[in-house]
């Protein structure tokens, strides 16, 4: 690791943290925006806000006008938010030669195959543990 990514990806991961620092994120990564602007969007208190825009000051800056937007890092950081919370996309199956498709559907039916075989045998362990004990009882009541 570099001291660059030492630096940095503590700030980032801290700043991912909470969902409201998560949220100031996306609204600042679609515009800059004002403290009043986010307060109102949010429906924090004052303080809230104020507190959650100081952690995340490495990922903010301000324009001109005041409003808040994101940094290089910020922007990274939302970057990174944005590939986490993506959907992942299915692999279309179509795609897949027809000895895949075939070798992916024995597997599947060896691990159900395996999984029905795993509950019969516990099922099974169950009820002999029940009869042992039932044994048990009865050899004591029973001289």
């Known amino acids: 690791m570099t001291n660059l990514e030492d630096e940095y ?3 980032i991961f ?5 969902p409201i620092r998560r949220k100031i994120l996306r609204m600042l990564h679609e515009k ?3 403290f009043s602007e ?7 208190e004052s303080a809230h806000l104020t507190y959650h825009l100081d952690t995340l000051e490495d990922l903010l800056s301000k ?10 890092i910020g922007e990274a950081a939302t970057s ?3 590939q986490v919370e993506g959907t992942p996309k299915a692999f279309p199956h ?17 691990r159900i195959a395996d999984s029905f075989q795993t509950d019969v045998n516990r099922e099974f362990k169950r009820q002999l543990r029940i009869l042992v004990r ?3 009882s009865f050899n004591q009541v029973l001289p």
């Open 14 to 18: 801290v700043a991912l943290k909470h």
């Open 32 to 34: 800059p925006r004002s």
């Open 38 to 44: 986010m307060l109102g969007k949010l429906k924090i």
């Open 94 to 110: 179509f795609l897949l030669p027809r000895k895949w498709k075939v070798c992916f559907s024995a597997l599947m039916r060896a």
């Open 9 to 11: 990806y503590p700030t």
């Open 80 to 82: 990174m938010m944005y």
């Open 63 to 72: 324009t001109e006008k005041g409003e808040y937007m994101l940094s290089f």
């Open 134 to 136: 039932l044994k048990f």
